[in-house]
């Protein structure tokens, strides 16, 4: 952004900028920021996503750009802007940005009174959640050019973020370890990502609770033509005592993986005996102790068939072309698919994605009576599958997602009519109750 700021970089190199410069600056920025996402067309953002822009855009700036934008108290977490640009500072100066934040949390320790020893600081208590927000982002930003160098920073004692006790707030931060982290890692050095799964929990420096971190990096960075038998044969013993979240890891986006990459081999493998040592040796941990649960919607699932649901809807959600495709031919499933996602939020893509489901694989007449049976169930579970296909909060919105599942006008009608009247079909103690319904819903 050399045409926003003329002469930046010799001015900050020269003399020392005063606040109310660098003040200034950052109002140009934000000017700037406002600006590009004006831009941005409509099929633009569907396109490429209003987050791949930012990041594009935040790519032209300068390093002393980032560094002012990052420095200034008022630009925080909750911006749209702000991770893009935490990120790109971490990747091209990565030593800078973790010495801004360190110094943040060790002047906290000082002002709190934060003790000299290693241990947990709550980072939420001393309200310095955007300095361990920022340091997560860092070193995602650095992974993008150095992963391994990154993620060793990241776990060594020795680092300056562990000594401080923040380790333990930074790993709550799953999506960006997991997924900017690790699974670039993953990309480029998978059998170091499988070590350090084997290791985790045996070592002071990777504890228990990385191992479904560890396997979900190799579930995002594998390629298709990985040998997956090979890996789930090496994963046996790993998996046999393992705890519940990284068994869950396992059943679904790592082995959700497979049935993306190769389907027929995948089927084949979980049918076989080589399978059960994987996902039913621990049959406490992986089936629910109340069978009840898998009564969905009146319509028992055989046990046998439920630890491919998680691994389904994972394939579904990442590459729904081709996994649509296997759901009309397993229809059976789908309503389980339902239960499993029972209590989530999809975004709109998702959303789409489930709509999409429904009427490829469902006739009208069952998309209906299936709908029906999710709202009758009463509570937060209609609540819950209401949203899974509809986003009730934008009424318009709402009609329009329902006029995709092609379902009937006297069902929708009824719908909106229970959801105005906060109750629900069937259901008596009002499941929708709530739902805050707008005066514009006619």
Known sequence: MKWLIPNLIFFLTSVSALAEDRSRIFTELREAMTAESSSWTPAEIEKIGSQELRWRFVKTWEVAELEIAARNENFREEDSWWTPVIKRWGMVDHESALSFFLDRLYRARIEHAWPAREGHFSLRQYSEENAGYALVRIFAGWARSNPREAWQHFTDLESEHRKMGVFRDLVHQEAFIVHEMLGPLAKDHPEFVFSEFQRAGLSDDLGVEMRPYLLAGLAEGLPNDTDWAELFGRLENELRHDQRPTLRVAQGPL??????????????????????????????????????????????????????????????????????????????????????????????????????????????????????????VGGSSSRSSIRLLADFGDPARFQRELAELDISDQFVAGMIKALKSKATFGDGDGAFGDIQIEEDWD
């Open 255 to 376: 082995f959700g993986r497979w049935l993306e990459a190769d389907v027929k081999a995948a089927e084949t493998w979980y049918e076989s005996e080589a399978s059960k040592a994987v996902f039913r040796a621990s049959r406490r941990v992986w089936w629910r102790e109340n069978l009840r649960e898998f009564e969905i919607y009146g319509n028992a699932v055989p046990l046998e068939e439920t630890p491919i649901i998680r691994a389904a809807l994972c394939w579904l959600l990442k590459s729904p072309e081709d996994a649509v495709k296997w759901f009309r031919d397993h229809r059976e499933l789908i309503p389980a698919l339902f239960e499993e996602l029972a209590g989530s939020s999809p975004d709109a893509d998702e959303r789409q994605i489930l709509r999409r489901l429904l009427v490829f694989c469902l006739h009208k007449t069952e998309r209906e009576r299936l709908f029906r049976q999710m709202m009758m």
